[in-house]
């Protein structure tokens, strides 16, 4: 790591007497010197790299002191750069030793001495070159793992993203082997177990896929106000099959007033969820889940509390970090990554709010509470976000679903007939620009990624139709981020749906 500069002495001596005296010195010695005209001159050098400079008095004086101190203070934090002055007084100097790492040589010069002065500030460079060779170390170990570490969450994001797409078909079949199994009364509970399933490695895909959003800064929230009862009502409604299975009781209570957050009804949902599905994983049959939410000032406290297997008192502040399991094992067999809590708590933060967990121990249940601003009156008063009713009319709109990946689309297709709805299918951009012309539908599933031309282009080519000003466009695709749907909020879309496509999610844009 040692270039020629970094070796040498510089001198500045402005007597040609002195120059020539000390030039000879440093030659005799083997000490490697390189000559400076003036002050400047041993600035810039001193710039480009030097062990030490030697220099006389008359070099030092006030002002060109300011323009050494100025050029020391560029030198990395590493360095200490040692100046050897030559002095006729000893006393006058003294401030230099203080801002800068000055040794006074007395004049007359005793060459013996200085030698030695000069070769210790060469061994002290040394040892400050030593530190500079291994703080480069440290920096590229850091940047060796800062680079493994976003190698590993672009994987992670990939990974997540392509385990996502043969879900989406997966998903819908089960949903029409079950609407369509009516005769054969042994076939219901597989598929009922194919669903569980299913449902279970899209939770873990989703977890994966937004917690590697989250560690690269990706995710934003779509906040608006939200009526607190609808996100837990969607919440309690997504968890219920898992604490069905569990065997648990579940005693929801909720302020009887109502209560408005500002806050992403999905990424809310997304909270609550998580606490529930842990409550529910990590208590044995029979036990009791608590839901509670109670205003505190201007903070709504919401509560899942569990009789649980409970949590070490030194575990319950570690539960948060990422990959954290108490008892892997036990974990694992409940099907975790890990990354639940994590998730909790960082969307939490990004609500403006807190989480905390609390357990008198092992056996003793857990409690998990997050508080969250309430909004204040002029907050609530804006738009609320319908709450997540599936009526029970029957559905009889027009749709066209439109996807280039065949399964996906028949899939789609087959369930949304299922559902009642008039469906057409079109596997390319053009067949779906004839499609709605011809069909006039109402409801448009537009898949984005497709080759020729992309789901973006087929929306900007409806819209441009004046009797398409109020067909419903939805996209489908695997990607969920903010560019993604302020892309396709900008292309005309109404809506952004990411795959797998929850059927609950379908049934409500079938209700004229
Ligand atoms: P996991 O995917 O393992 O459930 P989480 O981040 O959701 O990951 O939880 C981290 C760990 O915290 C779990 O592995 C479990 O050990 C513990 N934990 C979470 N919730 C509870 C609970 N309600 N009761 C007991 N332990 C819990």
Known sequence: MTHDTDQRVLLLMP????GERMESVLAATGIGFAVCRDVCDLCRKIGEGAAAALLTEEAVTAEHAGCIQAALAEQPPWSDFPLVILAREHGKQEHLRESMNATLVERPVKVRSLLSVLRSALRLRRHQYELRDLLAKHQQAEDALREGDRRKDEFLATLAHELRNPLAPLRSSVHILQLTSTEDPRTKPIYDTMERQVNHLVRLV???????????????LRKEPVELAAVVRNAIETSRPLIDAAGLRLTVSLPPERVVIVGDFVRLGQVLTNLLNNAAKYTNEGGQIWFTATCEGNEVVLSVRDTGIGIDTEMLPRVFDMFMQVDRATSRSQGGLGIGLTLVRSLVGLHGGSVAAYSEGRGRGSEFQVRLPIADGAQAAGFLRPTDQ????????????????????????????????????????????????SHQPEVVFLDIGMPGMDGFEVAKRVRMRPECAEVVLIALTGWGQEDDRRRTAEAGFNHHLVKPVDVSALQAFLVP
């Not at 007597?15 to 002195?18: Q, S």
């Not at 989703?206 to 934003?220: F, N, P, Q």
Request: hydrophobic content about 40%; cysteine-free.
């Open 206 to 220: 989703d977890d994966l896929l937004e917690m590697s959003r989250i560690t690269r800064g990706k995710v934003e």
């Open 15 to 18: 007597t040609k007497r002195d």
């Open 390 to 437: 599936l009526t029970s009319t029957r559905p009889t709109r027009r749709v066209l679903v439109v996807d280039d990946n065949l399964d996906a689309a028949t899939t789609l297709t087959t369930l949304l007939r299922h559902l009642g709805a008039d469906v057409q299918m079109a596997n390319d951009g053009p067949t779906a620009l004839a499609t709605v012309a």
